[in-house]
């Protein structure tokens, strides 16, 4: 009986560090998002502090790439939970026959998109986090990044 006891503790005690853990990785991640000096934050201003650079065509692009993803991601779920269960998919099997995303609801999203727009600090991060989180998963980002460090151990090696 004791032993259970320690073992249930122990347990317990495991899942609240776990989440301790995930609640400071969140905390993390939200101060690396770049803060608004004044709210509303519009869809020009959302997208120079997420993605920066100076080019506004390259940050658009990058945008549409997020709203094709978000629309696909959209028509899966719909596959996986359909109204009438019976209808219901697999994860995987919805993954292959979704449709990709249209250029006009493409367009319909980046309209919505530019109308928006972030009232409040709350709503600016965490749209922010969810785009943000996107953007480090881009296998150019991946790449980008994994080129970085190469380039940064070849400097080291050569005197």
Not at 14 to 38: C, F, G, M, Q, W
Not at 63 to 82: C, E, F, S
Not at 131 to 152: D, N, V
Request: glycine share 2%; proline share 6%; aromatic share 8%.
């Amino acid at each position: 009986m004791w032993e259970m006891c320690v073992y249930k503790r122990q347990q317990k005690i495991e899942s609240l560090t776990l989440r301790a853990e995930a609640k400071a990785k969140d905390l993390a991640a939200e101060n690396k998002i770049p803060k608004p000096k004044v709210c509303p934050v519009n869809f020009e201003d959302f997208l120079r502090l997420t993605i920066g650079g100076r080019s506004k065509s390259r940050r658009i692009k990058i945008y549409r790439d997020y709203a094709k993803d978000m629309i696909w991601i959209g028509h899966v779920r719909q596959l996986t939970n359909p109204k009438n269960p019976a209808d219901k998919l697999s994860k995987e099997e919805a993954e292959r026959i979704a449709k990709p995303a249209s250029p006009d609801e493409i367009e319909m999203w980046m309209e919505a998109a530019k109308i928006q727009s972030y009232a409040t600090e709350d709503r600016y991060i965490f749209a922010a986090r969810i785009f943000m989180g996107w953007l480090a998963r881009r296998p150019s980002e991946l790449a980008r990044k994994a080129a970085i460090k190469r380039w940064s151990k070849s400097k080291k090696s050569t005197p």
